[in-house]
């Protein structure tokens, strides 16, 4: 358990043996289950449950987010994002298919109304024109409470504590719906 910089407490849990070479469903329900698994052990903000993660891990985050908008109240992802949709190829330079997946509209609705997402990356991060597609042809430009933290030569690796303390700031910010 830690501080943010707000001063509020933190309690960070990270399922095991959910790397890359599991199943999505596997992965994004763990992800749930962890957090339902908190909010029956102990009170917690349920403003403040956010979905984090590093490269698949962040996309991970994303889905969880979008297939559960009720739960998660933010996202932090770190070189990596999913969309539940295609978008405009303008920035990758990568020819995979890369970040999006099919929802239901209620789902999607939902989470756009509230579910604020951070976006990490950098400009030595293998996936950041995806990421920056992404967020402009995605996340912005359907009117999602975003923020892109762009950070200079980053690779792709975890960020650095100064941009994790600039996205809490963000996710903590309220949305319309938790005013």
């Known amino acids: 358990m830690g501080e943010s910089s707000s001063g509020a407490k933190l309690i960070f849990i990270a399922p095991q043996k959910v790397g890359n070479n599991q199943t999505v469903a596997r992965r994004a329900g763990l992800a749930i289950l962890a957090a339902v698994k ?72 939902e989470a756009k109304k509230k579910v604020r997402f951070v976006l990490v990356t950098g400009s030595n991060d293998f996936r950041y024109g995806n990421i920056l597609d992404i967020y402009a042809g995605g996340f912005q430009k359907d009117g999602y409470a975003v923020k892109l933290i762009d950070v200079p030569g980053m690779q792709h690796t975890t960020c650095p504590a100064s941009a994790l303390r600039d996205g809490l700031l963000f996710l903590d910010q309220k949305t319309d719906a938790a005013k």
Do not use: H
């Open 38 to 109: 908190m909010q029956e052990l102990i009170a917690l903000n349920t403003n403040r449950i956010y979905a984090a993660g590093f490269s698949g891990g962040a996309r991970m985050a994303s889905y969880a987010a979008f297939i559960r908008p009720s739960l998660f109240s933010g996202v932090l992802g770190m070189c990596g994002a999913q969309f539940p949709a295609k978008v405009p190829r303008v920035k990758a330079t990568r020819t995979d298919d890369y970040g999006w997946f099919t929802l239901g509209e209620p789902q999607i609705a």
